[in-house]
């Protein structure tokens, strides 16, 4: 995409900011409501929203609830106007979707992948799985309008590549986004994959009511996505929400940034599988003794002996919890969060991780910040982070679509329905 047509994106903020507040509200909008929301006249919103729905990407839905007069007409963002890519890209996985303008998946499709494999092993191993996927599928490219990718790493969104990523080597300033681009010939776009978690589960999932909310990813790492005012939090370069390098214990176990007693080197997925082979070789009583040592062990099978009863796993996991609940009574106490959401790999623990670590923030954190913030699983599981790239995928296709539609004076090609 050329630098014009991304400057053109952001070009127009009265469209955007009632195209925004049409997406975000699933149940459809009116466009008193909408004026009312902005302060103006509703002349002045109804002449935008003519033209949204003469470019086909704004839907009139029936009648809402009246609030005295006649019931009005609310608007509803067109999912059929287009379709998005949301790539997962992890530690050690791969998952894709092809999601329309509302989030609902259509086809998906997943693999297993090492990241420390370099730039060019990995994103070859994309570019197969997308181009299966849409080869087996009724998704075409011409009905895709933007991709959205998430990382392991710290990313530069402008620029579109990570920098200094620790469990990426070989990543650091690859360009990511411009070689996407150029495989597809799409807009693509990069983040943080718990950034994009705290996205997806902030557009469709449990922070849908929640303006001010973090998402807490736990894998092999630990990651933190913050959304403030229902947008992405970066920092200035992008590094914002590491708080699985956050410092739990000076004297700690080697993290992979370089420190020590990083909360990721004490508490991740990696962690807790390292302690349980020590504790299996150090010979105490465990269900993970038994196991088929033919592969590694890994941090899922502690978690399966946990679910069976096992003591020394359940106390992996809850010392686990009561780590990480300690460094997000200091997250809860900074910004006030009114919504703690906890995915990753990690979270399919459930109770026996997010019980101690509400436990932990109830005992550190402020009375009235840890009563106002709700810790809750993420509803949207696995696809946590592929539906967050599916969500900026969708934002800012939209406004890129918008853009084109008017300068061609063309209305949007609306997709045949999956």
Request: proline share 5%; with cysteine.
């Amino acid at each position: 995409m050329s630098a014009s047509s991304r400057r053109a994106i952001v070009k127009q903020p009265n469209k955007d900011v009632v195209l925004d507040m049409i997406r975000r509200s699933p149940e459809g909008i009116s466009r008193a409501e909408i004026a009312e929301s902005l302060s103006v006249s509703r002349a002045t919103v109804s002449a935008i929203v003519d033209r949204l729905i003469a470019s086909g990407i704004v839907l009139e839905r029936g009648a809402g609830v009246s609030r005295g007069g006649r019931r009005p007409i609310v608007l509803q963002l067109n999912p059929d106007a287009g379709r998005v890519l949301g790539i997962d890209l992890g530690a050690t996985h791969l998952l894709v979707v092809v999601s329309d303008l509302s989030g609902h998946v259509l086809v998906e499709a997943e693999k297993q992948l090492d990241i420390s494999d370099g730039p060019e092993v990995c994103l070859e191993q994309v570019r197969r799985l997308v181009d299966e996927l849409l080869s087996q599928r009724a998704v075409t490219w011409e009905q895709i309008w933007a991709v959205g990718m998430g990382v392991p790493g710290p990313v530069i969104t402008a620029q579109g590549m990570v920098s200094y990523p620790p469990i990426m080597p070989g990543w650091d300033r690859f360009p990511i986004r411009q070689h996407l681009e150029s495989l597809w010939h799409k807009p693509a776009f990069v983040d943080n994959d718990a950034d994009l978690g705290a996205l997806g589960e902030g557009t469709f999932g449990a922070g849908r009511d929640e303006s001010h909310l973090a998402y807490i990813k736990i894998g092999t790492g630990i990651g933190c996505g913050i959304l403030l005012d229902g947008k992405i939090y970066h920092g200035v370069l992008g590094t914002a929400g590491e708080i699985g390098h956050v410092t739990i214990s000076p004297d700690g176990p080697p993290c992979k940034c370089g420190n020590y007693g990083c909360l990721e080197a004490m508490a991740g997925g990696r962690a807790i599988a390292q302690r349980a082979k020590l504790a299996v070789a150090a010979g105490q009583p465990t269900m993970l003794a038994h196991r088929n040592h033919e592969r590694p062990l890994t941090d899922q099978d502690v978690i399966q002996a946990a679910r069976a009863g096992d003591p020394l796993s359940q106390q992996l996991l809850s010392d686990a919890g009561r780590l990480i609940g300690t460094a997000l009574a200091s997250l809860i106490n900074l910004l006030n969060p009114g919504l703690i959401i906890i995915g990753g790999r990690m979270a399919t623990a459930e109770d026996l991780l997010l019980e101690p670590i509400r436990e932990a923030v109830q005992q550190r954190s402020l009375r009235a910040s840890f009563q106002a913030a709700r810790i809750v699983p993420a509803a949207l599981g696995r696809r946590t982070t592929a539906l967050g790239a599916a969500a900026l995928a969708i934002e800012n296709g939209l406004r890129l679509a918008l853009y084109q539609s008017h300068s061609s004076q063309q209305k949007i090609k609306v997709v045949e329905p999956v």
